[in-house]
């Protein structure tokens, strides 16, 4: 018995690159790659949500990326981590990054920080990058980040998958066209109980790679000004039912008493 379709054969390294490159570059020209190569991201966490990033950047051909994560890589965290082996359990999830990124684009320096990055460090470990991409699941971390790239006068490209909800946050900012967003913490206080199912777990597996994939764009978009970022936004999106909803974003003047922060609008299709 033949199969109606004939296995295609597995791409060799080099064409993997190229059709990640190509997929990832699709309209930028020859101008936004040579930015792209020249461009220093950071990257605050190399886990479920992070790594998408990190391999899209990679893809991209991102000149230079910082790695920031103090944490290693655990068993069950592995179906969120791209770039994670299973032979890298236990080690740092930045030098496996590191490794992932390194083969998929050996053109590009990868630092890896192995911090806890926080308000006494996070301006010594963010200052020389282009463009920061934050997606910590602390918010204290997100905090202490949104504060340096304030202080630094960098973009920043922020996003959180919550876990036990199976609910996504995206949000973009660029700190410099106006006061600092001050967001209330996103996950529940109810995080205790049972782990998540293997349905949602998978579930979540996917959307941490289309918001990974979103928010590599969205630093890509920064990097060689194709397009015009998304700024100031913020969603929510259920994944287990496919409900969303806008939440309104107030800044740091909004939180005082005055009007929320003009333009938002819902940015991930109509609502359920």
Do not use: Y
């Amino acid at each position: 018995m033949h199969p109606l379709v004939a296995p295609t054969a597995a791409l060799d390294p080099e064409e993997l690159v190229r059709t990640a490159r190509h997929a990832v570059l699709a309209g930028i020209g020859e101008e936004g790659q040579r930015r792209l190569s020249a461009a220093h991201v950071a990257v605050v966490g190399a886990g479920g949500l992070g790594s998408p990033v990190l391999l899209a950047l990679a893809a991209a051909g991102i000149g230079s990326i910082t790695v920031i994560d103090d944490d290693v890589v655990e068993l069950t965290n592995l179906q969120r981590q791209l770039a994670h082996r299973v032979e890298d359990i236990g080690t740092r999830k930045t030098a496996s990054a590191a490794r992932a990124i390194t083969a998929l684009a050996p053109q590009s320096v990868v630092t890896q920080i192995a911090e806890r990055l926080d308000a006494t460090n996070a301006g010594r470990l963010l200052a020389g990058a282009d463009v920061v991409v934050d997606t910590s699941d602390s918010f204290a971390t997100r905090r202490d980040v949104a504060a340096a790239t304030e202080t630094l006068g960098l973009p920043l490209v922020w996003g959180a998958v919550q876990e036990w909800h199976a609910q996504a946050t995206v949000f973009w900012s660029r700190p410099t066209e106006g006061d600092p967003v001050v967001l209330a913490d996103l996950f529940p206080l109810d995080t205790e109980g049972e782990p998540p199912s293997c349905a949602q777990v998978g579930v979540l597996g996917a959307l941490c790679v289309q918001v990974g994939g979103m928010l590599a764009g969205e630093a890509i978009k920064l990097v060689t000004g194709a397009g015009e970022p998304l700024l100031g936004r913020l969603a929510m999106v259920d994944a287990l039912t496919g409900r969303q909803h806008e939440i309104a974003i107030r800044s740091a003047s909004a939180a005082a008493g005055t009007a929320p922060m003009a333009g938002t609008e819902t940015m991930m299709g109509a609502r359920a």
